[in-house]
């Protein structure tokens, strides 16, 4: 046998090797990763930042209104009114309780409930931020001056509130206050 004859009878004996131990699929072959990413990736949701805001200034206003009903009914003029308060809500507040608690000296009795509160106007892009709350509350304080023994403040009922926030230092605080008819805010 030549050189020839035996390469090819080489070749076929390892031909009909292969043939006997193999199945009638095709042998796997591994997918390489693509370079270019054939789906879009989805993205993160992020969180809305109006939301959010809205979020932080209903809950201060919240704390805002559970504060005032405190301190009028137990805080008068030392109530510390300046963690929820600035500028003139803050000077009304305490003129307010300086005359009610300092020169009556009322026994103030009664309290002032959140029935329901709405962002009426909201800038963010502003520099500070501000909002308007206009929320609804009722009001069932009484007032009773020690000195004359008078009523001084009846219940109001429901009543609506106007109060405008700002951001200060990161927090949503009451600068501005007002009072209307419960027609205008309360909706309930």
């Known amino acids: 046998m030549n050189r ?10 390892l031909l009909s090797l292969a043939a006997c131990g193999s199945t009638n699929s095709p042998a796997a ?19 809305d930042p109006t939301a959010a805001a809205k979020t932080q200034i209903l809950a201060a206003y919240a704390a805002f209104i559970g504060a005032l009903d405190k301190g009028f009914r137990e805080g008068g003029v030392s109530y510390p009114y300046e963690k929820f308060m600035a500028e003139s809500a803050l000077q009304t507040t305490k003129n307010h309780m300086t005359l009610v608690k300092g020169f009556h000296r009322a026994k103030v009795t009664g309290s002032m409930r959140l029935t329901e509160s709405r962002i009426s106007d909201l800038s963010l892009s502003t520099k500070p931020q501000t909002s308007t ?23 109001g009922g429901k009543l609506s509130r106007i109060d405008k926030l700002k951001l200060i230092k990161g927090k949503w605080m009451v600068v501005k206050t007002h ?9 309930k």
């Open 4 to 13: 020839f004859g035996a390469t090819v009878t080489a070749g076929a004996l």
């Open 29 to 47: 072959v591994d997918t390489p990763t693509p370079l270019v990413p054939t789906s879009t990736p989805t993205p993160t949701p992020t969180a």
């Open 133 to 155: 709350v206009t929320a609804c509350i009722d009001d069932k304080y009484t007032a009773v001056s020690r000195k004359t023994g008078k009523t001084i403040a009846a219940p």
């Open 179 to 187: 009072t209307d008819s419960a027609s205008y805010g309360c909706t």
